[in-house]
């Protein structure tokens, strides 16, 4: 997890930014990492699997959530394509038909087992959420710039992905939407399904 977390933030700098515009309501906590993967992904024996799971149709895919409160990042949420065909991508024009077709996809393919994002705990969502647009920091706005749960105790905004430059089968080098940051206000334990869908979509191109 330790060379995960180092490989992330030297290709997501943001999060650093981020951290510094929230200071105030951030809590100093990572609330959960987020992976994504195309096949059963082994999990420290630490972290124990939660009951709920979540079905996103949209992307063909599901997700657990495990926990582990003595560790640094105590959830970890675990997404799952579930289509029997992986297609191979070779070149940016492989990635960017099956971008079309499923974002979410074209992600995992690329980047399978990467943490997809950190998730910070603040105080005060609204709050620190508007510094970071102040700050111009480009944030998602699928279906809303807040993601609230149905029960309201559990709110949620998330950054764009960050451009990373990635070598494709061809040798050929091109940007593409990576890793980003999420905030999180939480009364409650879990996630939310919906909230979850539309987060997903920060790694759209």
Partial sequence: M??????????????????????????????????????????SSSYTLQPEIYIFEKYNAQARWYKDENQIIPRLFISRYMGKDVPLINNYSDYE????????????????????????????IEQATEKCIKAGIKMNYEGGLYKVSGDKLLM??????????????????????????????????GFEQDNAQRIFSSTSK
Wanted: charged letters at 25%.
């Fill in 156 to 189: 949620q905004t998330a950054t764009m992905a960050e451009p990373l430059k990635y070598t494709f089968r061809d040798g050929k080098t091109h940007y593409v939407p990576y890793a980003f940051v999420e905030l999180v206000e939480r009364k409650r334990e």
């Fill in 2 to 43: 330790n060379n995960l977390v180092k490989n992330y933030l030297l290709a997501t700098p943001s999060i650093f930014k981020v951290k510094n515009v929230i200071h105030s309501n951030y809590k100093g906590k990572i609330d959960h990492a987020a992976f994504r993967f195309l096949k059963n992904s082994n999990i």
């Fill in 97 to 124: 038909r099956i971008n079309n077709i499923n974002q979410y996809l074209a992600w995992t393919i690329l980047f399978e087992g990467h943490i997809n994002h950190l998730a910070l705990e603040v105080d005060d």
